[in-house]
């Protein structure tokens, strides 16, 4: 950097000022679901972004086994939705991590860049600690395979996991339903593992899948609550 200051935290990753705004935390909201069917349940969450040019990562857990989903919207909001094939009852809790100008605080720390504009506050709750669950170069370890168990309450990146093939055993057709993934908290422990986005019938048998062979991207929400 040509001049400033460096911050660096407890795990010693430093974000630099003046040049660089810093992903933080903008943002964390719940919903309840709705029962929309006898073997469906939803909640989405839906979250004005401060700004058209900020990075977007939202990271989600539910009280239930849940495909996530996460868009940006046409209005500029990120939407994440979570979806349960049992119609159980849950809670969806979303985190939105983006770059944004803080409000300064009556006193703390304030750094501005060259600029002018405020880039960080004591505050601030910048995003560290990222995980990476899963193994993408192992089919049985990453996207629809993927299943882990973490102690606490973590958080995943919503992501589209693949595809399994289910074979209508009236029709004989083959149905694709698609998968994503889910983070599961019950209050001890944290599930990462892949959800169905779609419930399909009792008489339906499992004939294939495609996998997105993907890691999940996971993070310790204890720190952002």
């Not at 430093?14 to 069917?37: D, G, M, R």
């Not at 900020?54 to 857990?61: E, K, L, M, N, S």
């Not at 809670?91 to 060259?114: H, I, R």
């Not at 973490?150 to 698609?178: F, S």
């Amino acid at each position: 950097m040509d001049y400033g200051i460096m911050i660096v935290n407890e795990q010693g990753n430093p974000f630099i000022t003046p040049q660089s705004y810093p992903v933080a935390l903008y943002a964390k909201l719940t919903a309840n679901s709705t029962k929309i069917s006898v073997s469906s349940s939803t909640a989405t969450v839906t979250i004005k972004r401060p700004n058209t040019w900020g990075t977007v990562i939202p990271f989600a857990y539910t009280t239930q086994p849940c495909a996530l989903k996460a868009i940006v919207d046409s209005n500029n909001n990120l939407v994440v939705t979570a979806n349960n094939v049992l119609a159980s009852s849950f809670t969806l809790t979303v985190f939105l991590f983006t770059e944004f100008t803080p409000t300064l605080p009556d006193y703390g720390l304030a750094v501005w860049n060259e600029s002018g504009a405020l880039v960080f506050t004591n505050e601030l709750r910048v995003l560290t600690d990222v995980q990476s669950i899963g193994n993408a170069a192992s089919d049985l370890d990453s996207g629809i395979m993927l299943d882990k168990t973490l102690n606490g309450r973590y958080a995943v990146l919503p992501q589209m996991t693949g595809v399994i093939h289910w074979r209508d055993t009236v029709g004989g057709g083959v149905v694709q339903i698609p998968n994503g993934f889910s983070a599961y908290f019950n209050g001890n422990t944290t599930r990462i593992n892949s959800q169905s986005y779609i419930s399909g019938n009792p008489g339906w048998s499992q004939v294939g899948y495609n996998n997105n062979a993907r890691a999940a991207v996971v993070l310790d929400v204890s720190n952002y609550i």
